[in-house]
């Protein structure tokens, strides 16, 4: 429920004698989207987003959650009128109603601040189950509570569906930084009354991304640990960079950008909740963006925030090939585009699911070599909602919300969810 698999040999594989239940997620870039082996089921209740796979695949079934409707059927009796004596006593018979029952289910609570023994009580109420639970460390703020869950609160499901939860260890816990053979940490800290001379430890974080970034080891994670500022940034290699469920800012100055990535070719770089601001705004289109990705090989943004830029919101025009997904958040009030991608001389590949865009000059541009899908966004209030110059591909699913702008612009090829 609710995932996004890419660059995977199999999105979604239903093994020998296992059923699969497969709802919204969102499948592409795979060798294969779905698929099944021998004596396998995948069931898809059809609100799957699936596409740009080698082999898309299909479903060996698919579940219908809402009943089709029906057409009333009337039925004429004949009248048939029959005299008979009036009886000596008058008996009044009540007919007995048996209620409907109405099926249960769970209906996601909020989580999202309480300890692990309030978090049962809430599910059990709400006819959830508790699913995994993750311990890792985040605000000390949040000592021994959820600070993030999936489904999210809301979301109505079957009865007895699995809520997973992160959720911060108690003071007592230890969680130490591990130390790469290469040099520099697996993991690493910041805060806002870090200082860049600290080993960007838990308990001696350092104050930027920048100065966290250049003690952390390839493939490694900065984490977050309290709101603050933290940027502008540049990105050199393979790293995840979490908010961890803080308010964590960049601030940019005007025609400068935000977030950099000048990665080697192949590396894998992930941002996950920031917000990424020109405090000034933009009047008019000009340099300066939210996101760039100059080099790199793989591109994750999940709950960004990119406004105010008088380029993009999100640049893609990278000197070698790139996939890009892009998961939630807001990318609004940019004077260029919302989403640039382009690459004239290869290809750039992106997926844009469950977005906002509003405000932007063009919500969202492919250029020459790029290939966009968009599903489950909202793009509202740009003054072209979407644009496909030269060689630039659309592509989107049924599930977008595209109204309210200036011109939507160019029509993109329909996906079809399955």
């Given at each position: ?21 497969a709802?919204?997620?969102t ?53 048939t ?12 018979t ?8 109405a099926?249960v ?18 599910l ?8 995994t ?11 021994g509570?959820a ?7 809301g ?29 520099g ?10 200082d ?17 970034l ?50 080697p070719?192949?590396a ?17 289109g ?23 830029f ?36 290869g ?32 793009l ?17 699913w ?7 702008n ?13």
């Open positions: 429920d609710h995932n996004m698999l890419t660059g995977d040999g199999t999105g979604i594989l239903a093994g020998a004698g296992a059923t699969v239940r709802t919204r997620n499948v592409v870039r795979n060798a294969t989207g779905l698929g099944t082996e021998t004596g396998g089921q995948l069931q898809s209740f059809g609100d799957n987003r699936v596409g740009g796979n080698i082999t898309d695949g299909a479903p060996t079934a698919e579940l219908n959650p809402v009943p089709a409707p029906t057409t009333p059927t009337t039925t004429t009796t004949a009248t009128t029959v005299a008979t004596p009036a009886p000596a006593t008058t008996t009044t009540t007919p007995t109603t048996t209620p409907i029952k099926a289910t769970c209906r996601v609570p909020w989580l999202v601040g309480l300890t692990l023994a309030q978090v049962r009580k809430a059990a109420g709400s006819h959830c189950k508790l699913g639970v993750s311990r890792r460390v985040t605000s000390r703020i949040h000592d509570r600070y993030r869950q999936s489904p999210k609160a979301r109505t499901a079957a009865n007895g569906t699995k809520v997973g939860i992160s959720i911060h260890p108690t003071s007592k816990s230890k969680v130490k930084a591990k130390t790469a053979v290469g040099g940490a697996t993991r690493t800290w910041v805060s806002g009354v870090g860049d001379a600290n080993p960007c430890s838990r308990t001696a974080p350092c104050l930027t991304f920048n100065g966290a250049a003690k952390t080891a390839t493939g490694g994670t900065v984490d977050v640990l309290d709101p603050g500022s933290y940027g502008p940034a540049t990105v050199d290699g393979s790293v995840t960079i979490d908010a961890a469920g803080n308010p964590a800012t960049v601030l940019a100055t005007p025609g400068s950008n935000g977030v950099t990535v000048n990665a070719a192949g894998v770089v992930t941002l996950r909740g920031l917000t990424i601001v020109n405090p000034g705004g933009c009047t008019t000009g340099t300066g963006n939210g996101v760039t990705m100059g080099t790199g090989g793989t591109l994750h943004l999940e709950d960004v925030v990119t406004t105010g008088a380029g993009a919101g999100v640049s893609l025009a990278p000197s070698g090939n790139l996939v890009a997904t892009i998961q939630g958040g807001r990318i609004d009030g940019n004077c260029t585009a919302g989403i640039s991608a382009t690459r004239p001389s290809s750039v590949d992106v997926s844009v699911v469950e977005a906002q865009l509003t405000g932007d000059a063009i919500g969202i541009l492919a250029g020459d070599g790029a290939t966009v899908r968009v599903g489950g966004s909202t509202s209030s740009d003054t072209t909602a979407l644009s496909a110059p030269g060689t630039g591909v659309l592509q989107a049924s599930d977008n919300a595209i109204s309210g200036g011109a939507d612009g160019a029509t993109p090829t329909a996906l079809k969810l399955i």
